[in-house]
């Protein structure tokens, strides 16, 4: 009789927790399929040119072509001009152009440039790595009291996002 007990509390023991191994694989096939735990969805979407420089962008695929608004902000005390941007895949094979120059942006305004990558269009959905740089020249009056310095600065930064359909 008490080998009959022992064995009856081994096959409830063994039954309860097959139940809770198969409810946690069901969970696990669920959170899968639905697309919560795939590395695209764990990736945040960043713009990173630094602190006086912060920006927010936006990547998405147009009339068969990958376009990108990126707006940029002057967190500098005083104005600059944006001589240059470049934006490039991280891979360094494609780069966007089209970006507008000699922007002058008074400190704390922002201004909206819009480029395009050349070439067929990045798959949607996807997370793509950027690396860019944001050339300026600052006015401040301290150093030219009539304009702006002639001399260039360069800020480099990186962006990550996901390509949005049209």
């Known amino acids: 009789m008490l080998f009959m007990k022992k064995g009856q509390a081994a096959v409830e023991y ?3 927790y097959g139940w809770a191994i198969l409810v946690l694989i069901i969970v696990l096939a669920v ?5 919560i735990l795939s590395p695209n969805y764990l990736i945040s979407e960043e713009c990173n040119f630094g602190t006086n420089l912060p920006c927010r962008f936006a990547l998405f695929n147009q009339g068969g072509e990958t376009r990108m608004t990126l707006v ?3 967190g500098f005390p005083y104005k600059v001009q944006i001589k240059r ?3 490039e895949l991280q891979d360094g094979t ?3 152009g089209g970006f507008d120059t000699d922007i002058l942006l008074e400190s704390g305004a922002n ?3 819009n480029g395009t990558l050349p070439g067929t269009e990045l798959p949607q959905d996807t997370v793509k790595r950027f690396s860019g740089s944001i050339t300026y020249v600052s006015c401040a009056p301290e150093i030219n009291a009539t304009g ?7 800020i ?4 990550v996002g996901r390509v949005l359909p049209e």
């Open 14 to 16: 063994l039954t309860t």
């Open 31 to 35: 959170l899968m399929t639905s697309g």
């Open 72 to 74: 940029a902000f002057n």
């Open 85 to 87: 941007i470049t934006v």
């Open 94 to 96: 494609r780069a966007f």
């Open 111 to 113: 201004h909206t440039f």
């Open 148 to 154: 702006c310095s002639n001399l260039e600065h360069t």
């Open 156 to 159: 480099t930064g990186r962006i």
